[in-house]
Nanobody, 121 residues
Framework: QVQLVESGGGMVQVGGSLRLSCAVS????????MGWFRQAPGKEREFVAA????????DYADSVKGRFTISRDNAKNTVFLQMNTLKPEDTAVYYC??????????????WGKGTLVTVSF
């Protein structure tokens, strides 16, 4: 059974930074493309970023392009999301998941609990 455990969220001021981590177990991590998604209060979950299994060819939502960076460590079965220049509209619960392909923006596993990011003035 695939387990996705997100961490690193918290409260940060506008313009600040956070680094999220997601520990993945239950699958051969290096075989799969991975992604981050988020769900803001009262809104549907949306795609944020994805990275190929080898760590290249990232894909970003337009709303985070140039501010967020996705990366991975295949030796540690972990995917990261570095978030810079945070805005109030980045406030959401952030989730990682396996994606079908980098360009698909489609999550393939059950969701973990996520980690809450709150950006305030």
């Amino acid at each position: 059974q695939v387990q996705l455990v997100e961490s690193g969220g918290g409260m940060v001021q506008v313009g600040g930074s956070l680094r999220l981590s997601c520990a993945v177990s239950g699958l051969t991590f290096s075989w799969y493309d991975m992604g981050w998604f988020r769900q803001a209060p009262g809104k549907e979950r949306e795609f944020v970023a994805a990275i190929s299994r080898y760590g290249g060819v990232p894909d970003y939502a337009d709303s985070v392009k140039g501010r967020f960076t996705i990366s991975r460590d295949n030796a540690k079965n972990t995917v990261f999301l570095q978030m810079n220049t945070l805005k109030p509209e980045d406030t959401a619960v952030y989730y990682c998941n396996r994606v079908m392909t980098v360009g698909s923006r489609r999550a393939m596993e059950s969701w973990g609990k996520g980690t809450l990011v709150t950006v305030s003035f």
